[in-house]
């Protein structure tokens, strides 16, 4: 037997004996997602019991080094583990920006007391982490941001604004952006810097989605004071690490959208036959039908792309400006499935509350107006585009 | 399935490229038509391509070819794309060439094939019958006779068809018009009295033509597989085909939208490169994700014909409407981004659009293969 092969067997096992059985039922709620951080510490539930579990074994970030408590895997072992998750239907224990975002530049940028103090903690999901990025006029253009850390001496004293901030209300540590040199060019005078939310002077104040969500927040920072040991890379590279961290999330979010974040659990030619009705076993609107074809076929393109574009990558290599593809497709992509989605149901998917609607089909209308957002977060798609003209194809500013 | 190439066929689209780059680029194209060529290609290209092995790729060694799989042949249709080659690839290999790989006896494969990989022979499929692609609509006849077959019936757009030294007739010995059962494949020679053959002069400046059969009497031993199961013979080798257009359709839309960038980075208006304009930035990186994600469906549905995987019919009509998409898209971008020289005769990119336009054509449009795909896909 091949050592991938024994390993899938211990894989198999491991798993078998550590997944608790109500983590193998398919993620339909948000609040089945679980994010980790301070407060879940509390818990004792079947979620925290998994991410307690998988997170030992390091398998959260599987093939980040076992020294700053990854699972030390080569790819080959991750995808099995991967595969052997899915077979059984387990849930991800954990889902971060931590992993997802900060991890992997503190693994490239960090110093060794950096990575042996924070990576751990991701990867056992001990620390809800936030991105502090944009502001009020800093959106697009990001590295036009204002908000500040003066340097102190032994601490730097962070003032300013930043909005949008995803979960900063739940959320233990930020990883920020914060210009340190004002006189300095934009792009040189932004230092990347982490800390504690629950430090002296940070306020939070929630901000209402259309989709009736509350999943952000204005963060204000009046003198917020961080010891000079949780700066990461040099002062003044923030824009560096702050671009890298960037391809990393727009990785994540191309890729997301078809897993968990809603839409019903039947398969949309089903939905289309329940709510358009069926003839002779074919979708009875001929628009629709070939509106869910076209919808299927391009999710078949974009997976083979997705799939060659990780066989293509060699082990360790950082996304490129390629990410923005994905970021691009994937979240447009999203929306159009939303928009597919309600379009077959009709008005069954435009209720707010209350009777007349399923849960499902309530669940549909909230998660339609969400897939809005996919498209302005980590970068519009304009900017994605941008990105694409000048980094890929070589188009002058 | 593998998404990537391996090296060895990375090389062979290397070679390929080269070959092409050589002894037939664009500007070959150009001449034949401008000639009015009585070929259409170039038979002598065409032997040194069977030198290199193309011709038969996917045959068995014992017939002379190289025993290759959809995937290797796929680099090759792609390079041609890129310099819209005039060769008898699909019609001649893939589509006549394919029946007789899948469906022929033991001699006509010997006979057929051996010939084919060694550049020597040219073959057809005269199959569709309408405008458009419609594999089962077939009104062409066969009678059973005590000599053989006779046949009646009018087929379009027979790629090849008039330099063809056999070819392969879809008629129905059974059923009506649109029945799956009942079609039968008939191995022809073009001189059988009562068939006529007329060459069609297309838009892109290749080969097509119209096969017409009066009472053209064919002998039993030219039935290709069983009668009346021709389209058992005759699905499988569409689907290859379909692909195998699909890798060439992408190497003509990667080539058309390569030239295009070029143009953006060189033409200057305002005292700045056009590249500079977001209006144009923006629209030649939604043609890059789309080629992007064509090159990896077409990768996709190549492995999957070498894997005989059970969704190759789903992933042949997902590439083919895909290109037939991405074909159309760049294909008008381009002409647009060129601006005045883009509708001169005299520029290449003209050439490009008009060979899109064919190939979207070619064994079924995007609405065609969207109903198949569903169909496949059960709704
Ligand atoms: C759901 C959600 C979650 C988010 N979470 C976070 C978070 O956790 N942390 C965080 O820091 N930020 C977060 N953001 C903020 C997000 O990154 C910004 O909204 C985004 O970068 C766009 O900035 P803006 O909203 O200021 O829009 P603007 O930059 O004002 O853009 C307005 C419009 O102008 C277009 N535009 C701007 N510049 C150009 C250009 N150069 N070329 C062409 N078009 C242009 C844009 O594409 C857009 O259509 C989140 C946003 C959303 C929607």
Redesign the interface.
Known sequence: MSDLESFRQRAQSWLEESCPASMREPVQHQQDIEWGGRAAQERNDDKMLWLERLGKQGWTCPTWPAEYGGGGLSNEEAKIVQEEMRRIGARPALTSFGISMLGPVLLEYANEDQKKRFLPEIVQGKIWWCQGYSEPGAGSDLASLQCRAEDKGDHYLVNGQKIWTSYADKADWIFCLVRTDPAAPKHDGISFLLFDMASPGVTISPIALISGASPFCQTFFEDVKVPKDQIVGKLGSGWTIAKRLLQHERSMIGGMGFGIGGGPSRTI?DV??EYCGEVD???ADPAS??R???F???Q???S??T??AA??AKAGTPPGPKSS?FK??GTEMNKRRHELLISLMGTQALGWEGDGFSAEELAETRDWLRSFGNSIEGGTS?V???I???R?????? | MALVLTEEQELLKQTAREFIQEKSPVSELRRLRDARDPTGLDRGLWKEMAELGWAGVLYPEEYGGMDLGYVELGQIFEECGRALVAQPLLSTVVLAGGCVLEGGNETQKKDVLTAVAAGERLLALAHQEGAHHDPHAIATRAESKPDGYELNGRKTFVLDGHIADQIVVVARTSGENGDRDGLTLFLVDPDTAGLEITRTLMVDGRNSSLVELDRAVVSRTSVIGEVGRGANILDRVLDRATVALSAEMLGTLSEAFDKTVDYLKTREQFGQVIGTFQALKHRAAQMFVEIELTRSIVLEALSAIDADDSDTSLLASCAKARCNDAIFMIGNEAIQMYGGIGVTDEEDIGLFLKRARVTQLTLGNSAWHLGRFATLQGY
Do not use: H, S, W
């Open positions: 030619p289309a036959k076993g074919r979708i039908r070939q869910v074809a076209q299927q076929m391009d078949r393109c974009f083979a792309t799939r060659r066989e293509e593809m691009l497709y304009e994605q585009l941008n694409l003209a000048k890929v194809l070589g188009l002058p500013d």
